[in-house]
């Protein structure tokens, strides 16, 4: 009887341990979806409002954080290092949208972390396809308009698989499958 229990619990715990490890590697990905999803509103920092779609035709990289999001946080030192090296790729474009609803907040956060990446705050409502209930999150849309990506929880921008792939969806519509 002792034996089973404790074999029963080795493998509730390698169970465990293999959702959560899933759980932290998922990547939603929707290859069929034809449906433009940049039907979203962003404002910079002189509080201009532009949509998404006026980028159409660049690989977007979104990060959606807070300053009070601890995993955000955490991310955004790779985020910052990603930008920098891809800062000579015109065909990509990394926007930081804070989830504060205080730009000036998010603002002072980047400047006293002396992080480059373009800020933004939300203009409108999040499309339904972009929509969570957790960040961070960071969403990747190819030239045509289609998310390719849609990460929610903390991604390694540091990934050399991610780079590359950033730099193939530059030159087509490519698949990523991992991030």
């Given at each position: 009887m002792r034996h089973t229990l404790i074999k029963f619990s080795a493998?509730?715990?390698f169970l465990f341990s293999t959702c959560l490890a899933k759980a932290q590697d998922q990547v939603n990905i929707d290859t069929n979806k034809q449906e433009e999803a940049v039907e979203l509103s962003l404002v910079d920092?002189?509080?201009k409002t532009f949509k998404l779609s006026?980028?159409?035709g660049k690989v977007l990289v979104l990060n959606f954080w807070?300053?009070?999001?601890?995993?955000?946080i955490a991310e955004l030192p790779s985020f910052q290092q990603l930008h920098s090296s891809l800062a000579n790729e015109k065909e990509i474009a990394f926007l930081a949208i804070e989830m504060d609803q205080d730009y000036e907040k998010a603002a002072k956060f980047f400047k006293k972390n002396d992080y480059s990446i373009p800020l933004y705050s939300l203009g409108s409502a999040l499309p339904s396809d972009m929509q969570t209930n957790s960040i961070p999150m960071t969403i990747i849309i190819a030239k045509n308009g289609e998310i390719v990506i849609k990460k929610i929880g903390m991604l390694d921008f540091a990934s050399p698989k991610l780079r590359r792939n950033l730099l193939q969806l530059t030159k087509e519509r490519a698949d990523i499958s991992y991030l």
């Open positions: 493998v509730l715990v920092k002189d509080g006026e980028l159409k807070a300053t009070w999001c601890q995993p955000c």
